[in-house]
């Protein structure tokens, strides 16, 4: 269990700074076709950046309840 705090990205393990210091770094086009694949279950997830109550993890782009990271609930 635990937060998702590392991911694949073209075949290498990147930690979600280097994840978002990449998506922000993209010019939109480019974000679209950035892809984060979850270390673990291999699905599309996410960069997101550090708030009040969390640090800075992935998320699944689709929950996945199958996957042994925890997802913080959502409070957008
Ligand atoms: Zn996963």
Known sequence: ???AL???FFGHIITVDKALAVRD????????SLQFECDKCG??????AAGDKHVAHFVHVKQNPECSYAEPPREY
Do not use: I
Request: hydrophobic letters at 20%.
């Open 43 to 48: 699905k599309p997830v996410r960069p997101r």
């Open 25 to 32: 770094g993209a010019t939109q086009e480019y974000k679209r």
């Open 1 to 3: 269990m635990g937060l």
């Open 6 to 8: 590392q991911c694949k």
